[in-house]
T-cell receptor
């Protein structure tokens, strides 16, 4: 259980184009998903919190008009990198929060990541 | 916001030895501390976690200790094996429903290498 998928696993695009990445929780519903970016040999940096049915909450310094997030259902969140540039090249990882109930600890389960290369 | 520091950045041990990775956090409201193992190009995998109402937790060769007063927690791996080689991240969060709850702040990572 607790499987999270991402699509695509890798993508190469030209500078100026937009790229959409999908994050799906396959066997549980997730009202909250998170999007992270990870540069080579660095840690995971939270970009935004995706909330089903409402606007995403972006971390300081993350441009919401450049990184569009849509959480249209309880199992799907999408991240669209608009007008991508080479500096946006990175490993993008999503996670889905599994609700453990009142007495448990909610746990984040990570997707396999999407390697974005912008030429 | 929360700030998590992690040491060391690299750690080499001989197979069979123990490995210890330490983290400190800044926000006293944090009450959940997971550890993740990440192999190159793969997703982070949760290996153990601890909540603030517990001081120690063990799962076979892996253990985590938490000192709330000092705001630091540590990962202990005993009898290390070559397959333990990976990058390990600590993280901290608090499990609130709103206001940034459940947001993980990650440490900078430790590259563990287990040598034969």
């Amino acid at each position: 259980g607790a499987v999270v998928s991402q699509h695509p696993s890798w993508v190469i695009c030209k500078s100026g184009t937009s790229v959409k990445i999908e994050c799906r929780s396959l066997d549980f519903q997730a009202t909250t998903m998170f999007w992270y970016r990870q540069f080579p040999k660095q840690s995971l940096m939270l970009m935004a919190t995706s909330n089903e049915g409402s606007k995403a909450t972006y971390e300081q310094g993350v441009e919401k008009d450049k990184f569009l997030i849509n959480h249209a259902s309880l199992t799907l969140s999408t991240l669209t990198v608009t007008s991508a540039h080479p500096e946006d090249s990175s490993f993008y990882i999503c996670s889905a929060l599994m609700d453990a109930g009142v007495f448990g600890t909610d746990t984040q389960y990570f997707g396999p990541g999407t390697r974005l290369t912008v030429l | 916001g929360e700030n998590v520091e992690q040491h060391p950045s690299t750690l080499s041990v001989q197979e069979g030895d123990s490995a210890v990775i330490k983290c400190t956090y800044s926000d006293s409201a944090s009450n959940y501390f997971p550890w993740y193992k990440q192999e190159l190009g793969k997703r982070p995998q949760l290996i153990i976690d601890i909540r603030s109402n517990v001081g120690e937790k063990k799962d076979q060769r892996i253990a985590v200790t938490l000192n709330k007063t000092a705001k630091h927690f540590s990962l202990h791996i005993t009898e290390t094996q070559p397959e333990d080689s990976a990058v390990y991240f600590c993280a901290a969060s608090w499990d609130g429903v709103t206001g940034g709850g459940n947001k993980l702040t990650f440490g900078t990572g430790t590259q563990l290498k287990v040598e034969l």
